[in-house]
Nanobody, 122 residues
Framework: QVQLVESGGGLVQAGGSLKLACAAS????????VGWFRQAPGKEREFVVA????????NYLDSVKGRFTISRDNAKNTVYLQLNSLKPEDTAVYYC???????????????WGQGTQVTVSS
């Protein structure tokens, strides 16, 4: 069993930065791939990026390439998502999730956090 808690969301102006954290409980957390997803109002949940247990990261969502960076600290059971050069279209609830697979599909992720709101004003 893995429990995930996101933090770090908030309201920021366009061009600003935020750092999201996904803190996990459970001794087996370090064996999981952790992914970040986001969901804007009226839209489907979309994959942003994932990182494997050995720090291999997947491709980023095209619209965030060069602006977002994923990292993990297994000693702290935490995965981070650094958000830079934020745009209003980045506004969404951001979720982290854990999977035994390296996958971009939400259905591959068994454990989910409750989400953290990121709002970017223009």
């Amino acid at each position: 069993q893995v429990q995930l808690v996101e933090s770090g969301g908030g309201l920021v102006q366009a061009g600003g930065s935020l750092k999201l954290a996904c803190a996990a409980s459970g001794r087996t957390f370090n064996s999981y791939t952790v992914g970040w997803f986001r969901q804007a109002p009226g839209k489907e949940r979309e994959f942003v990026v994932a990182i494997s247990r050995n720090n291999y990261s997947t491709n980023y969502l095209d619209s965030v390439k060069g602006r977002f960076t994923i990292s993990r600290d297994n000693a702290k059971n935490t995965v981070y998502l650094q958000l830079n050069s934020l745009k209003p279209e980045d506004t969404a609830v951001y979720y982290c999730a854990a999977s035994a697979l390296i996958s971009t599909r939400p259905t591959s992720y068994r454990y989910w956090g409750q989400g953290t709101q990121v709002t970017v004003s223009s």
